[in-house]
């Protein structure tokens, strides 16, 4: 059978635009997934830097400067020199949960984006338990912890990894009845849901007034989930000389640093979600699509002033864990425990048996 050379022409063309087509479709595939975490990873250099800048102003020096403009670049090089160290594995340790523990602790943070809305219907998972799914994802965190501790076979590690599991467990427990009370309030536990039900009420309409107690409580519990000062007892270097992470080095050590960094924007960002308005400004900004001479607040332009103005909300509430860093000492352990049992544990409680009563009375 003798093939003409335009129908071969024809027929290679053809196998490469179909071979083409299955590579845009494989990239168009891939761009939602890396997209988000791309932003994420962005939003942690961010944070890295203004903590540093923030550290140095408060202790009068000057910070990074040197790695690009401002030293902004310095997180992104200190990365790349992580990536590139020696991975030393503990002779006697238990190699497998040495290095599962650090992918554990990155996933289930990196999770709990799935449900935090950036905009008006910009949000990966329109979840109806939202908010409680995640507290469910945050709690598997202080599972890898504890399985770097135990996997280092390091008495200082593994102390570092108890003591995360056990602030963990002992700041979740007040945390949640803070929840559960907004979920009260706004009839639902979406956190696109309860974003619209403080809209409706503008500035003054926002949680932060109508649940000040349950704010304070969320803060502090936050601020103990996130392992910050003065609640970062599972890595005290004076006690334990860096905790559950004193074995690791390389890439490792740095999934642990970026989990840290990224715990802190995941409660900055609920923060802004539950108590804050969200995406809402409550302000009338009108006047910027005017100058633009755009009719409507909508399309593209609408979802980037959402975009910066839940990411505006969440970074300025960074200011208060960096400034209680270089402020307030650190807690012993016993101390940490009585705070988070004896006394947050019944406030959130309170908080909650008074929301519900106020929500029964209103009906």
């Known amino acids: 059978m003798i093939i003409d050379m335009t129908e071969a022409h024809a027929i290679n063309s053809f196998s490469r635009s179909e071979s083409l087509k299955d590579v845009y479709g494989l990239i168009w595939l891939l761009v939602p997934i890396f997209t988000p975490v791309l932003g994420i990873l962005i939003g942690v250099l961010v944070i890295v830097w203004l903590e540093r800048q923030i550290s140095a102003g408060i202790q009068q020096r000057i910070g990074p400067e040197y790695a690009g403009p401002l030293g902004i670049l310095q997180a992104l090089a200190d990365g790349t020199k992580l990536l590139f160290k020696e991975d030393l594995l503990p002779s006697r340790g238990d190699i497998r949960l040495f290095s599962i523990g650090p992918s554990i602790a990155v996933i289930s943070i990196l999770l709990s984006y799935s449900v935090i809305p950036f905009g008006y219907r910009l949000v ?11 507290i469910a994802i945050s709690s598997i965190a202080p599972i890898g912890l504890l399985m770097s501790g135990y996997g280092s076979n390091n008495k ?169 860093r270089w402020t307030l000492p650190r ?33």
Do not use: H
């Open 331 to 363: 807690m012993r352990m016993d101390q940490l425990l009585n705070l988070g049992w004896k006394f947050l544990l019944p406030i959130s409680l309170g908080n909650l048996l008074l929301t519900t009563s106020s929500q029964l009375l209103s009906l």
């Open 124 to 134: 990966l998972a329109d979840l109806s338990i939202g908010v409680f799914l995640w």
């Open 156 to 324: 200082y590690s593994f102390l570092g990894g108890l003591r995360a599991a056990a602030q963990s467990i002992s700041y979740e427990i007040p945390l949640t009845p803070c929840v559960l009370s907004i979920s009260l309030l706004s009839n639902s536990s979406s956190t696109v849901d309860i974003i619209e039900a403080q809209s409706k009420y503008g500035f003054w309409g926002w949680n932060l007034w109508r649940q000040p107690i349950g704010f304070t409580v969320f803060l502090i519990s936050s601020l103990a989930e996130c392992e910050r000062l003065p609640f970062d007892l599972p890595e005290a270097e004076e006690e334990l000389v860096a905790g559950y992470q004193t074995e690791y080095s390389g890439i490792k050590f740095g999934l642990f640093y970026v989990a840290s960094y990224l715990n802190l924007l995941v409660s900055s960002l609920f923060v802004t979600i539950l108590y804050l308005g969200g995406w809402n400004l409550s302000i009338p900004y009108i006047f910027i699509p005017e100058l633009f001479g755009i009719n409507e607040v909508g399309g593209v332009f609408g979802t980037t002033i959402d975009i910066f103005i839940t990411l505006a909300k969440a970074y300025l509430f960074l200011f208060i864990p960096i400034t209680t």
